[in-house]
């Protein structure tokens, strides 16, 4: 089993930035991919950004230009920094961390709450 902690949610002005944090622990071994998802209430969870084990990165265009994801493979730990944050931005965000042999298995975080508002 693998476990997720994230942390870095809060309230941030439009236009502002916050960094989040997942650490990833227990059986990580095989952990090949991590990424991060975004849900709006009543809509579905959404892909956001994805990092692999080796720094390739992937986003969605949703936040190309103002997301970054990163990784501390030391500290098992995946960062997104959120830079011009929108009032309409999805308001749970989800780290995922993905096991892609022998077959793909997927961990969820609880989820970590951003309110962009003024």
């Known amino acids: 089993q693998v476990q997720l902690v994230e942390s870095g949610g809060g309230l941030v002005q439009p236009g502002g930035s916050l960094r989040l944090s997942c650490v990833a622990s227990?059986?990580?071994?095989?952990?090949?991919?991590m990424g991060w998802y975004r849900q709006a209430p009543g809509n579905q969870r959404e892909f956001g950004a994805s990092i692999l084990n080796d720094g390739n990165s992937f986003s969605a265009d949703s936040v190309k230009g103002r997301f970054t994801i990163s990784r501390d493979n030391p500290k098992n730990t995946v960062y997104l920094q959120m830079n011009n944050l929108k009032p309409d931005e999805p308001s749970v965000y989800y780290c995922?961390?993905?096991?892609?042999?022998?077959?793909?298995?997927?961990?969820w975080g609880q989820g970590t709450q951003v309110t962009v508002s003024s």
């Open positions: 227990g059986n990580i071994e095989n952990i090949e991919v």
């Open positions: 995922k961390a993905s096991e892609l042999v022998p077959c793909t298995t997927n961990y």
